[in-house]
């Protein structure tokens, strides 16, 4: 059995003390300080110097014009940018114009809402990429599915939407209701 070195947790100072410069303003060291909107990097000698600046950098920056584009808001062009959610379509007129769109549209699968009967329901990604189906008549209607839905009636408990899913043998439908579950082959509709 080995003997663990104590004199390695011994140190007097923390591993990252001083890894983050000096402050520009005083030379003091720079700590990372935490408040209610999370970390930032302040100085040390806080309150004499109240030198802070944020961890991470919630910049956007555009990266293409598009020509001949138009902001239907102001009229000026409008740019592919990349902001802390990812990359978006946006005025160059910022700040004075708040106009952005998003880059992947939404598709509509035309399949209707079957909570608030009045939406269709349009797949949609999420920041990270996944797919999901949402009626476009959010906020009113927060109705949702994580899988492909498809026009066909539950036999079980009659709602008006089955979402599609895979296994080993093939495709078959599923009720998305919690209380229902209820699975069809796919060959037999």
């Known amino acids: 059995m080995s003997k663990i070195d ?5 140190a007097n100072e923390h591993a990252l003390d ?3 410069g000096a402050c520009p303003d005083c030379g003091a060291k720079l700590l990372i300080k935490r408040s209610k909107n999370g970390a930032f990097l302040g ?3 806080y309150p004499q110097c109240e030198f802070a600046k944020p961890l991470h950098d919630n910049t956007t920056v555009e990266l293409k014009q598009i020509d001949g584009s ?8 409008l740019s592919i940018k990349k902001g802390r959610f990812g990359l978006f379509i946006g005025c160059t007129g910022y700040p004075d114009c708040h106009h952005i769109e998003a880059i992947k ?5 035309h399949v209707a809402c079957p909570s608030c009967h009045a939406g269709k329901l349009l797949k949609r990604t999420n920041k990270y990429g996944k797919s999901f189906y ?4 959010y906020p009113k209607c927060k ?3 994580n899988a492909p839905p498809v026009e066909k ?3 079980k408990c009659q709602w008006s939407v089955l979402i599609e899913k895979k296994n080993d043998h093939g495709s078959y439908y599923q009720c998305p209701q919690k209380n229902c579950g209820e699975k069809v082959s796919a060959q037999e509709n």
């Open 18 to 20: 001083g890894e983050f």
């Open 153 to 155: 009636t539950c036999p």
């Open 134 to 137: 949402a009626c476009d008549g």
């Open 143 to 145: 109705y949702v599915l």
């Open 70 to 77: 138009q902001c239907p808001d102001c009229g000026l062009a």
């Open 43 to 45: 100085c040390s000698r």
């Open 105 to 109: 549209q939404q598709k509509d699968i």
């Open 6 to 10: 104590h004199s390695l947790f011994d």
